[in-house]
């Protein structure tokens, strides 16, 4: 047999550091994102301070002017944002442009990466371990490889899917610029859909390959690199039935509400990792349901 150490530093340290990489991405996207509101709102106040005190001094004529100066002002602030381009800057104003969908599909698969790799480390390292130590495996390091990119791209299509719902929502205002919902109800559904999910049998089955990584890998033959990148396909997807419904309730409070990103990564990792199986999935759908009731009824 040989020695587990390198196993170690092979996977695991180069995924960490990935995955650091893009919290640390979420953080300034965030951080841009909060300084961008600020701003608009310390805008929004001066322009209102201004308005109210020469509206004193202004007749009918002079508040007709200024209502055009204001419009010609906005129209030039909206075609300098719509031409404006930042992989940190969030969308801010309006409808959204090709521009501010390839930003919001980055944060999005950015994020999934972040939040979902943490979980599956446990599955990559046993992997990569059992598939070294066989003699018949003549590059294990590439087999890890494809099946980080299956697993990768598993979530990269539901990054692109939940991107373009955030887009119809903020399109048709059911969220606001900070992606979370402008209704108590929108928000009530989601808890309580989540909520219920937790407790259903598929929920069950995906959360268990997810939390017994070596059977699910014991139990699949591998011959070939077309095997491999099944088990990265089959497992990337029931990792995501296992989990898309709690990603889903990150409208509740705001897609880029960094708490609450923070807060769903240790639920979905804890339901992986801490030893009373259904009862950690359990009490999640728990609370989510009471959280989405009360929602229904203030």
């Not at 509206?55 to 300098?80: A, H, K, L």
């Not at 790799?117 to 992997?127: E, K, R, T, V, Y």
């Not at 359990?282 to 009824?297: N, P, Q």
């Amino acid at each position: 047999m040989k020695s587990n150490t390198s196993d170690f530093y092979i996977v695991i340290i180069p995924i960490v550091i990935l995955v650091c990489l893009a919290w640390t991405y979420l953080f300034v996207f965030s951080n841009e994102m909060d300084m961008g509101m600020s701003s608009m709102d310390m805008s929004s106040m001066s322009m209102n301070n201004d308005m109210n005190m020469e509206s004193q001094d202004m007749d009918m004529n002079n508040e007709m002017d200024m209502d055009m100066s204001t419009m010609d002002m906005n129209n030039d602030m909206n075609i300098e944002s719509l031409n404006k381009f930042s992989l940190f800057a969030m969308p801010m104003n309006g409808n959204w442009t090709v521009n501010d969908f390839i930003v919001m599909n980055l944060m999005w698969i950015i994020m999934m990466f972040a939040m979902m790799f943490p979980s599956s480390l446990m599955f990559l390292f046993l992997f990569y371990s059992m598939r070294r130590n066989m003699a018949i495996v003549k590059n294990p390091k590439s087999e890890i490889v494809l099946l980080s990119l299956m697993y990768f791209s598993i979530w990269t299509l539901f990054s692109i899917t939940a991107c373009y719902l955030q887009y119809i929502f903020h399109n048709y205002s059911v969220v606001n610029m900070m992606g979370a919902y402008t209704s108590n109800k929108a928000a009530a559904i989601t808890l309580i859909g989540a909520g219920l999910f937790q407790f259903s049998s598929f929920k069950d089955a995906c959360l268990e390959k997810c939390r017994n990584p070596l059977g699910f890998i014991m139990g699949t033959k591998i011959n070939s690199k077309f095997d491999v990148l099944k088990i990265g396909l089959l497992h990337g997807l029931y990792c995501l039935g296992c989990c898309w419904a709690l990603m889903l309730i990150l409208f509740v409070n705001g897609v880029m509400n960094m708490l609450w990103v923070v807060i769903l990564t240790i639920a979905v990792l804890s339901e992986k990792i801490i030893p009373f199986e259904k009862l950690t999935s359990r009490f999640f759908g728990l609370i989510l349901v009471f959280w989405g009731s009360y929602l229904i009824f203030i």
